[in-house]
């Protein structure tokens, strides 16, 4: 395997620091030539200085002086603003993309990589969730290989290597079920934010461990799984698996299913993604099946947790709804990590957004954008941010 130079866009998040762990393990087959990160300066600093990339990116600009200070004796470029990680992503510095910038704001980045003909590894599954046609329309028409990072999209699509020419029945989406697996909505009225944060089996940013919590993250991967495997809304399943060892299935129209398991660590589909098409030897920890352990599975329960029900009506109806969906969601979040609004009060933020934003069944990319910032707008008014 010849060195790839690996680009990190989102380096001080939860993905881009257990990459950095990856790559540090392996320094004969990776370097880092980019780092972007939004505000977390330091530590972006400090990656920068045990890294040595090419090119640093601060996204919050009141902050590039103090890195550009810092790194002062180093070879590192920095640069600063949110164009300015757009640009760096344009450029032929580096062979794959790590996705994982979170939410909305990684699809520029994203898109310009693939404009490029750079491989993506995604664990950014917002760019897919909100311009999924758009994204894979031009990664086919420039060959770009977009690898997914996400642990149920990484299982998915190891399932499917080698079968190209068998037809798919469906894929099963597993769920740990979060925090409140079997709570009710009098239990979960009071809910707060350190406690929805307590995920029982992954260790991952404050946003997707929300998401998790409420459901919504199985409804944005099910919009991803239809345009990563191109897949109809009705071939699309999701089960809870509180174990988080099966982590997604694929059944072949023969009837036969394929799972991928392992012990619940994202530094796995993480190093699948960059060494792809290869298997690197490392020292995660493994699953035994000789310590007894049962694999149970149930229906999720939609009623309560009804963001579910949500992604999956803008699964079915497409267009500008998920876009909607998630702008509105990515807004409820963000005041609920503040305590500005309840944990059922996010489901309807995201239920009134979306019933009040034109539908658009085939937008643009600028239809895209017009409508993020109309649905952020809207749901910022139902919290008084």
């Known amino acids: 395997m010849m060195q790839k130079r690996i680009a990190i866009f989102g380096s001080t998040g939860s993905i881009g620091r257990q990459a950095l762990d990856v790559i540090a393990a392996n320094p004969g087959l990776f370097s880092v030539e980019v780092l972007t990160a939004m505000q977390n300066d330091e530590l972006l600093v400090q990656q920068a200085k045990q890294f040595q990339p090419n090119i640093v990116v601060i996204g919050d600009e009141g902050r590039y002086t103090k890195v550009k200070e810092a790194l002062s004796g180093t070879d590192c470029k920095v640069f600063a603003g949110e164009n300015a990680i757009e640009e760096v992503a344009a450029m032929d510095c580096y062979d794959m993309m790590l996705a994982a910038i979170v939410g909305f704001a990684g699809l520029k980045p994203t898109l310009q990589a693939v404009e490029q003909g750079k491989a993506v590894a995604l664990a950014n599954k917002e760019t897919l969730v909100v311009a999924g046609d758009i994204v894979m329309k031009k990664a086919i028409e420039k060959r770009v290989p977009i690898i997914p990072v996400d642990s149920e999209h990484s299982a998915i699509f190891q399932c499917l290597v080698g079968e190209n020419l068998n037809p798919i029945d469906k ?19 009071n809910v707060k934010r350190d406690h929805a944060l307590q995920h029982p089996n992954w260790n991952m940013g404050a946003k997707i461990t929300i998401d998790s919590a409420t459901l919504m993250n199985k409804g944005l991967e099910m919009i991803e799984a239809k345009w990563l495997f191109d897949l109809r809304p009705d ?151």
């Open 171 to 189: 894929i099963i989406l597993t769920a740990s079920g979060g925090p409140f697996l079997g709570k009710k909505p009098n239990f979960l009225v």
């Open 235 to 385: 071939q699309i399943q999701v089960l809870v698996h509180p174990q988080s060892i099966i982590h997604s299935m694929v059944q072949f129209e023969d009837g036969s299913i394929k799972a991928q398991m392992g012990v619940p660590d994202m530094k796995l589909p993480i190093q699948y993604a960059l060494a792809f098409p290869n298997r690197l030897q490392n020292k995660f920890p493994r699953y035994d099946f000789r310590k007894p352990n049962t694999l149970a599975f149930e229906e999720p329960d939609i009623k309560t947790f009804r963001n579910l029900a949500l992604a999956t009506e803008a699964l079915h109806r497409g267009g500008n709804l998920p876009c909607i969906l998630n702008a509105a969601n990515e807004i409820a979040v963000f005041a609920f990590l503040r305590n500005r609004v309840g944990f059922l009060d996010m489901t309807d933020v995201v239920e009134r957004t979306m019933a009040r934003i034109p539908f658009i069944a085939q937008p643009t990319l600028d239809e895209y954008f017009e409508t993020d910032a109309n649905a952020r707008e809207f749901a910022a008014t139902l919290i008084h941010l």
